[in-house]
T-cell receptor
Framework: KQEVTQIPAALSVPEGENLVLNCSFTDSAIYNLQWFRQDPGKGLTSLLLIQSSQREQTSGRLNASLDKSSGRSTLYIAASQPGDSATYLCAVIGNQFYFGTGTSLTVIP | NAGVTQTPKFQVLKTGQSMTLQCAQDMNHNSMYWYRQDPGMGLRLIYYSASEGTTDKGEVPNGYNVSRLNKREFSLRLESAAPSQTSVYFC???????????FGDGTRLSIL
């Protein structure tokens, strides 16, 4: 069974800082990997989707990388803002769909 | 743009009662999914439907049934609710496996 781990579980940074969120998975036979953000009491909003054949995807201040061989993905957030405060989840899609437990990010003004 | 719509948003049940959670998407997506989210456990897949007319078990299917009524709608039924099924339930859909999943806002279900 695929195990997906996100470290750290919580992160607090001052506004303007660049930061990296980590996602690791145990089975490299994946189809793609998706990063989401979840605001309290809300559903998940898709941020980036990386196909297994890709190494990275960028959207605005966000950049996600994927290294299948090492079972790792990172989400880089540049120039963080208070509005970035949320829980960030990664999901690994293979035969089934597995989510990490998320990193709760707080950006302090 | 409605996207993925879940009803109801909140529900309280007594142990042993039955209930159906509704999900509808207006994006003409082929695949639909039901997840539950519990503290410390992350999201876990209950059932999914890869296309209209098909359904398959996910990681935690016990105690649930699903119906893919048509391309738009995918319902989740609890036949005899148990306190262990207290959770937040999310429905999601996607066009194909290489496209992003889109989520509804969730149904918060408490079973007493």
């Amino acid at each position: 069974k695929q195990e997906v781990t996100q470290i750290p579980a919580a992160l607090s940074v001052p506004e303007g800082e660049n930061l990296v969120l980590n996602c690791s998975f145990t089975d490299s036979a994946i189809y793609n990997l998706q990063w989401f953000r979840q605001d309290p009491g809300k559903g998940l909003t898709s941020l980036l989707l990386i196909q297994s054949s890709q190494r990275e995807q960028t959207s605005g201040r966000l950049n996600a990388s994927l290294d299948k061989s090492s079972g790792r993905s990172t989400l880089y957030i540049a120039a963080s803002q208070p509005g970035d405060s949320a829980t960030y989840l990664c999901a690994v899609i293979g035969n089934q769909f597995y989510f990490g437990t998320g990193t709760s990010l707080t950006v302090i003004p | 743009n409605a996207g993925v719509t879940q009803t109801p948003k909140f529900q309280v049940l007594k142990t042993g009662q039955s209930m159906t959670l509704q999900c509808a998407q207006d994006m003409n997506h082929n695949s639909m999914y039901w997840y539950r989210q519990d503290p410390g456990m992350g999201l876990r897949l209950i059932y999914y439907s890869a296309s209209e007319g098909t359904t398959d078990k996910g990681e935690v299917p016990n105690g649930y049934n699903v119906s893919r009524l048509n391309k738009r709608e995918f319902s989740l039924r609890l036949e005899s609710a148990a306190p262990s099924q207290t959770s937040v339930y999310f429905c999601a859909s996607r066009w194909t496996l290489d496209q992003p999943q889109h989520f509804g806002d969730g149904t918060r279900l408490s079973i007493l």
